[in-house]
């Protein structure tokens, strides 16, 4: 059974500071992460994949891997209001289009 | 360029009751999914299709079906409509890389 944790939060972080969201999942064979932002009453939005241990760098957002700790997390940094959502981590075997699991996400509140 | 479609987008049955959610992509993606999302139950996968002609069983499959209709196209048909599909549905769609596009979702009640 593969498993994606995160913790439901919420984390609340106040504006401009750097919010830390982490991830833990089961399965060792897993290839490909994914951070996911989810507003209220809206569908998901990637914005961060990696597949490789290390730090991956878009913007504001740097995704880390470690797979020998079995660890994904996601740093938003001068966060801003419009941050304040909720975060789904996501994991792929890889190996096939089979679909992704998710966490059950972490609850993000920025505080102006 | 609209991405993945869904319709439609809010639905209200009564048990036993049949509907089918229908998903569109027009990003020349390989495979789609059809994904349920509950409170304090995350996203979880209910059919997917790796690629036009094939469908395979995620997750949480029971009470639905699902049509590959085409490489743009893939439904997901609920028979006999119970309260516990009452959800938020999403349909998705992946590129070569695994990255998954979601459409706008729809929210079924069944009373």
């Known amino acids: 059974q593969k498993e994606v944790e995160q913790n439901s939060g919420p984390l609340s972080v106040p504006e401009g500071a750097i919010a830390s969201l982490n991830c833990t999942y089961s399965d060792r064979g897993s290839q490909s992460f994914f951070w996911y932002r989810q507003y209220s009453g809206k569908s998901p939005e990637l914005i961060m994949s990696i597949y490789s241990n290390g730090d991956k760098e878009d913007g504001r957002f740097t995704a880390q891997l470690n797979k020998a700790s079995q660890y994904v997390s996601l740093l938003i940094r001068d966060s801003q209001p419009s941050d304040s959502a909720t975060y789904l981590c996501a994991v792929s075997l890889g190996g096939g289009a089979d679909g992704l699991t998710f966490g059950k996400g972490t609850h993000l509140i920025i505080q102006p | 360029n609209a991405g993945v479609t869904q319709t439609p987008k809010f639905q209200v049955l009564k048990t036993g009751q049949s509907m089918t959610l229908q998903c569109a992509q027009d990003m020349n993606h390989n495979s789609m999914y059809w994904y349920r999302q509950d409170p304090g139950m995350g996203l979880r996968l209910i059919y997917y299709?790796?690629?036009?002609?094939?469908?395979d069983k995620g997750e949480v499959p029971n009470g639905y079906n699902v049509s590959r209709l085409n490489k743009r196209e893939f439904s997901l048909r609920l028979e006999s409509a119970a309260p516990s599909q009452t959800s938020v549905y999403f349909c998705?769609?992946?590129?070569?890389?695994?990255?998954?596009?979601f459409g706008p979702g729809t929210r079924l009640t069944v009373t």
């Open positions: 299709s790796a690629s036009e002609g094939t469908t």
């Open positions: 998705a769609s992946s590129g070569t890389y695994y990255e998954q596009y």
